[in-house]
């Protein structure tokens, strides 16, 4: 549109004015060129590339020297953006690589100091694990503090399940850490099972002789010893 001056005398446009949009739509393509993924970049490069050899063999029409520039150029172009898109990829190849040796480090080194910590465990920490063991429990319900097993909690050998609403705080959600785990079961030996029994009033009319035994769970601190 043109402009007017105070004396009302149109003003034709700049002369780049006129090419404003078109500048901008050539613009929006080449940067959607950018966007593209290395393997289409790729792809350009390789067909470009033929196109510049089939034109040499005499299979297409020979191209003016300006359009072999031309044409190259661009091959070399759209080999450059999907040289940097494979190395964007090698890059995370190589950073999650890295994260996984580092977390099969750290799993290693928690076997270690767990395997080491073996022989030093107490009863208590022994009996609860063979008790868990034994029954095939991996998550079981403890008080707030863990009870007896305070220590394996302090430790990270059990933990309170994250997440979990917990409603009463003698049964809050707790679980053995994976290695724990299976390095439990690996070794029966060194975690028996000795059950601890305790009477259960609510069977004392019972003839049998052992029906009002109940075991207990080794991690429970009993209410009048709290």
Known sequence: MESVDARAIAIAPGPGRAYHSGMLEALAKFVDILKATGWQTGFMAL??????????????PPLEPWMVQAVGAVALGFAALSAASLATVCQRGVQAAWAWWRRRQDRLAWEAKFLGDIPTLTEDERQ?????????????????????????????????????????????????????WRIVNERP?????????????????????YSNRVEMHPWRIPSHMR
């Open 189 to 209: 030996d060194e975690f028996p099972h000795v059950p601890v029994w305790d009477r259960d009033e609510r069977y004392s009319n019972r003839d049998e002789r």
């Open 47 to 60: 067909a470009a590339a033929l196109y510049l050899y089939l034109s040499k063999v005499g299979v297409l």
């Open 128 to 180: 609860i694990l063979g008790y868990l063991r034994h029954y095939r429990l991996r998550t079981f319900d403890t008080d707030l503090d863990g009870g007896y097993a305070n220590t394996l909690l302090a430790k990270g050998y059990v933990m309170h399940i994250a997440g979990t609403k917990v409603i009463d705080r003698t049964r809050v959600p707790t679980i053995i850490a994976d290695d724990v």
